[in-house]
């Protein structure tokens, strides 16, 4: 008899794969990212929405993530809020930023231009209110920890409010205060890439260890900086020569995952090349770039993602 039921549960199909979409901040950067997608739906056929069953995101990547899971949009449809009107709009400059100094009294820009278009996109929704579960990082400065917000463990945070915190890049952006009270800085703090949250998170959620993660990165600066000349640098010194971006291009969470979710995981990225390693450089010229990269990586990758995300 043990033999029969050992025979018939093998021959059972194998659970289809819960497919997670990460999406690395990055700023205007992160466009590269939505012009990858595009494509993919072009190859494929499918919504993102449909072809994903979970999206996590980090800064940027948070407002595209949102933009999914809320509201099912299509790729082209989240670049919208990427146009150079939306970006005007988002990055309302603060009446004390003097471009001519490094080091500023107040962050570069307001907050209030990003939560209109926010208000514009998301209303007064919840995380509950999302079509698929989302997920995104945040960092708590009063409290010294990263904070994670997801549609099933904390639904009655505004997806404003998860976006937001998500994406109060310092310097660029004020700290943010949540509506709980909460003080909330950028996720990418913590990490830019979220790939591994996600997986422990979409494994918790579906009781199930057939994950795949597609990450999609926003670039990385690999400009070499003169050890020597780096030794002398104080506080401007490591500022002026891109001390956030060090940071945010970090790559070891993307080795972690590569080493623990070995074939279920499949990173997109690059190195900048001539886009501008600054996080908001809107210009015409810049902007191309960015567009141009992302369809390199559709070269590069389309074939095999389509690979990948097949069950």
């Known amino acids: 008899m043990n033999n029969f039921f050992n025979l018939f549960k093998k021959n059972q199909p194998k659970p ?25 739906e072009a190859a494929s056929g499918k919504k993102i929405f449909d072809t994903f069953d979970m999206f996590v995101g980090t800064s940027a990547g948070a407002l595209n993530a949102a933009c999914f899971a809320y509201g099912k949009m299509t ?18 400059t603060s009446f004390f930023w003097d471009k001519a100094s490094l080091i500023q009294a107040r962050p570069r820009y307001e907050t209030e231009g990003r939560v209109e278009v926010l208000k514009e996109i998301f209303s007064s929704h919840l995380l509950n209110d999302v079509k698929k579960p989302l997920v995104t990082l945040t960092y708590d400065i009063e409290k010294r920890t990263h904070v994670i917000h997801s549609s099933f463990d904390s639904p009655n945070i505004s997806i404003i409010d998860a976006v937001c915190a998500s994406s109060a890049a310092p310097m660029y952006f004020p700290t943010y205060q949540m509506e709980n009270g909460s003080w909330m800085i950028d ?17 918790e959620y579906f009781q199930t260890d057939r994950i795949k993660i597609l990450s999609i990165g926003a670039g990385l600066n690999k400009k070499k900086i003169d050890g020597k000349t780096s030794s002398i640098w104080g506080g401007v010194g490591w500022l002026r020569n891109d001390i956030m971006g060090m940071m945010l291009d970090s790559e070891i969470h993307h080795d972690i995952a ?4 070995d074939q279920s995981y499949l990173r997109i990225n690059s190195s900048l090349g001539k886009i501008n ?12 770039k960015i567009h141009l990269m992302g369809m390199d990586w559709w070269s590069e990758f389309g074939k095999e993602t389509i690979e990948f995300l097949k069950d």
């Open 258 to 261: 590569e080493d623990i979710l």
């Open 16 to 40: 289809k794969y819960k497919k997670i979409l990460s999406l690395d901040g990055g700023g205007v950067r992160a466009i590269a990212g939505i012009i990858f997608l595009k494509k993919l």
């Open 277 to 288: 390693k600054i996080l908001d450089d809107s210009s015409d010229n810049n902007l191309e």
């Open 187 to 203: 996720g990418g703090v913590v990490t830019n890439n979220p790939s591994m949250i996600g997986f422990a998170q979409a494994k």
């Open 75 to 92: 790729a082209d449809e989240v670049k919208r809020y990427w146009s150079k009107d939306y970006l005007d709009r988002i990055m309302k």
